[in-house]
């Protein structure tokens, strides 16, 4: 496939007002069609004769059109996206079951008011045709230039089905204010839709509101289609794919079956699907979107071209699916064309152009004098997890040189613990023992060699001890151990098991962790990848460009720490330590995020919106040492079960969590982060504000003085059935912040009065 033929920009130019050329069929309706639409000449724009268009739209301005559902040609109505002072990109999908795979020619108006009686002209017509190509899935996106800054305006497309006109549902979109613009700007940040057994309650209480545009931070679609780990299982709300023999398949033959995207045709299912939801179409119908993806708009905590369903037992790099994920997102999402191919086309995926270069998401974007909107890409150029999912307990993950490098007196940490080599030390005869017997107690024979710690295999000895192994070796003594070097085994970062996602992408130890994390840092930065390069650069040049009063970060995942400490608990020993929830977002990348924060808090006035945990938070990373901080605010999920309910799924089917009462743990998770349960510490001293356990959407609005963010929050229950439209408002609460100009300061509204937060204290005050 040749790149310009890879759905490329359709671009128009906005002219005058053509009055009285517009529809009189504000609604959507099906009207008589004296004229045919032409389909001929594929890789035209505009109708080479105005007469076909203007006989189509005198046929939908007759008085007597019916108006009518008209979700069999436009199952997926329209929407609107990247608006911008003079530009905004619009879409719609056309289906014609009569006529298959063919293209498809569909007329697009755009007019200064809701009834089309002002049409602005097209390209020098009062409509362009554009077409919906079947090898896009009827895809139209198009780009309309030349509008007026800050100007609402009315979109509608047209299509000639079996001699009748079919006009789809109007949209609206309001371009940017111009740079110079004096004017407040608010928009709303969301993430996390699980279409699975749950319903969009929180896009109706977002269609209330009177916003400039909304940035969506990812998830838009989730890639399974029923995982009973965390989806809802609902026969009325699920997603099905037309080819499922080409889908991933898990559970196969047990009640639990359930599919993963795999294909293009899967992942165009998946947004045909959701989509299809009549709440997220009306939020698309009234404001643009902002958008970028992240996970499961590919597979699950991804990064790059790799998946991570089997934490290692399986070699997951799958650059066929990566994809067709790409393709799909970028014919269902109305992005902006951002680069300039070699034969003067615009695009912005390449279907053929090398990973991960031939998809670029990141992009940034100005309102008025006030906001600077730059939106990033962290799964595409992101690292693998500092943490293998499939490494050894045993293994040394760091040895003694590079430990003593991470101490300002050379010394050894106090968690430092001897180890050796299995098979050269001690006569090799512990790596003989572990080679024959470690797949009793769930390890891999073949993973036993090279330097393993003395207290982890003194405790697999025991544990086959107690699976019956006889003729077992003695542990090593205290005494052999003496001239041993010491260094941090992979159990110290309670990676306890041998293929798993805890211990590596979820629950470390924060505190060895953070010491492993530094040592791979000094071998290579590129440990802690999660722009790039090229990203990176372009993110601080573009902010440091930026004039406006404030300048904002649409950031996928959460980037303030989030550690709890469980060591004043009544738990076992194991459990009596500072743990990280999550490795798998910027918690992960410490090093990496030390970094930026100190540049991003150097530059004043940034503000951080990020997604992906399904959980609020409010706070104020900050540098290391606390000279430095920025602000950030996390939105929770549209519908995807909250970050509690996470926690305590994962506690609960884990044996070694449950056993210790990691359920209970889950859910006072919001108390343990913040310090307040009884017995427990603060650790983070950025943390304002958490809460894990509501649904909702962000609402911020910015202006000269002031940036304040409200968070719309709903029950998780919320979620289970959709509401009526009296019903929706009440079911939501506020909490409501603000950041003054030329300070890094978060103040939250407390009964009337607003309070600052004070991270010596953590408190407000």
């Known amino acids: 496939m040749r790149r310009r033929e890879f759905l490329r920009a359709t671009v128009l130019t906005a002219g005058g007002l053509v009055i009285g050329c517009g529809t009189k069929a504000s609604t959507p309706a099906v009207v008589d069609a004296s004229g045919a639409l032409d389909a001929s000449g594929g890789d035209s724009i505009l109708l080479s004769d105005a007469s076909t268009a203007d006989s189509l739209l005198d046929a939908a301005a007759d008085t007597g059109a019916v108006a009518v559902d008209v979700s069999q040609w436009f199952p997926q109505s329209v929407c609107s996206g990247d608006p911008k002072v003079d530009s905004v990109i619009l879409w719609t999908r056309v289906v014609d079951a009569s006529q298959g795979s063919e293209d498809l020619p569909v007329l697009l108006e755009v007019s200064t008011d809701s009834s089309f009686a002002q049409v602005i002209a097209l390209s020098k017509a009062a409509a362009a045709q554009v077409v919906a190509r079947g090898q896009h899935d009827h895809c139209v996106k198009v780009k309309v230039t030349g ?105 196969v033959g047990t009640a639990n079956q359930y599919y993963a995207a795999q294909s293009l045709s899967n992942y165009r299912d998946l947004y045909k699907v959701y989509r299809s939801d009549q709440d997220l179409q009306q939020v698309h119908e009234r404001f643009a979107m902002i958008a970028v993806g992240d996970d499961h708009e590919f597979s699950d905590d991804c990064w790059q071209q790799n998946a991570n369903y089997t934490d290692g037992l399986q070699n997951e790099f799958s650059p066929a699916r990566r994809g067709a994920a790409d393709e799909a997102w970028y014919e269902y999402m109305p992005v902006d064309f951002v680069a300039g191919g070699a034969d003067g086309s615009a695009y912005t995926f390449d279907p053929v152009g090398k990973f991960p270069d031939n998809l670029q998401s990141y992009r940034s974007f100005q309102f008025g004098k006030h906001v600077s909107l730059v939106m990033t890409d962290l799964r595409r150029y992101r690292s693998d997890h500092l943490i293998a999912e499939d490494a050894a307990p045993g293994a040394v993950a760091v040895q003694e040189a590079a430990l003593k490098s991470l101490t300002s007196d050379g010394n050894l940490p106090s968690v430092a613990t001897p180890y050796f080599d299995l098979t050269a030390d001690l006569a090799g005869v512990y790596g003989v023992t572990l080679q024959a ?113 404030w300048k904002i970060w649409g950031n996928e995942y959460t980037f303030q720490q989030r550690i709890v400490d469980l060591s004043p608990l009544s738990l076992p020993d194991a459990f009596k330590q500072r743990f990280c929830l999550s490795a798998e977002d910027w918690d992960g990348l410490p090093d990496r995020r030390e970094s930026l924060v100190k540049q991003l808090a150097a530059l004043g006035n940034v503000v951080i919106v990020s997604g992906d945990i399904h959980a609020f938070f409010a706070g104020t990373p900050q540098s290391e040492d606390g000279t430095a901080q920025v602000i950030e605010f996390v939105g929770g999920a549209i519908s995807s079960g909250t970050y509690q309910s996470m926690l305590v799924n994962q506690a609960s089917s884990d044996p070694t969590l449950n056993a210790a009462g990691g ?55 919320t979620a289970a059935a959709r509401l009526s439209a009296g019903d929706v408002a009440k079911a939501f609460s506020a909490q409501a912040f603000k950041v003054k100009t030329g300070a890094a300061d978060l103040y939250h509204q407390d009964q009337g009065a607003w309070k600052v937060w004070d991270p010596k204290t953590f408190a407000w005050k």
């Open 147 to 251: 509008l007026q800054a800050n100007t609402l305006y009315y979109y509608r497309f047209t299509y000639a089905a079996a001699g009748k006109a079919v006009v789809s549902r109007v949209g609206r979109v309001q371009t940017a204010p111009a740079a110079d613009a004096d004017v407040d700007v608010k928009f709303a940040f969301v993430s996390c839709q699980d279409y699975n057994g749950k319903y969009y309650n929180c896009y109706q209480r977002l269609a209330q509101e009177d916003l400039a545009f909304f940035v969506h931070l990812g998830d838009y679609v989730y890639e399974t289609t029923g995982d009973p780990s965390f989806q809802v299982i609902d026969p009325n709300r699920r997603v099905t794919f037309a080819d499922p023999a080409s889908a991933l398949a898990f559970n």
């Open 437 to 549: 017997h470690v797949d009793k107690i769930g390890g891999d024979p073949k993973r036993c060699k090279g330097l393993f710690t003395v207290a982890w295999v003194n405790g697999a000895l025991a544990d086959l001890g107690k699976a019956g192994v006889a003729d077992l070796p003695t542990a090593i003594a205290d005494a052999q151990t003496a001239t041993m070097k010491k260094g941090l085994g992979f159990h110290q970062l309670f990676k306890n098991s041998w293929n798993s996602s805890l211990g590596s992408r979820y629950l470390v130890v924060a505190d060895t962790f953070r010491l492993y994390a530094k040592a791979r840092w000094n071998q290579s930065q590129l440990s802690q990848t999660a722009m790039g390069d090229v990203q990176e650069k372009w993110f601080i040049d573009t902010l440091k460009a930026a004039t406006t009063t």
């Open 663 to 717: 359920a209970a743990l889950a859910y006072a998770a919001s108390s343990l982060l913040l310090g307040t349960a009884a017995g427990s510490k603060h650790s983070n001293p950025n943390l304002a504000y958490a809460d894990l356990a509501q649904h909702g959407v962000s609402v911020v609005q910015a202006s000269a003085t002031e940036l304040a963010v409200t968070f719309l929050q709903t029950p998780e229950a």
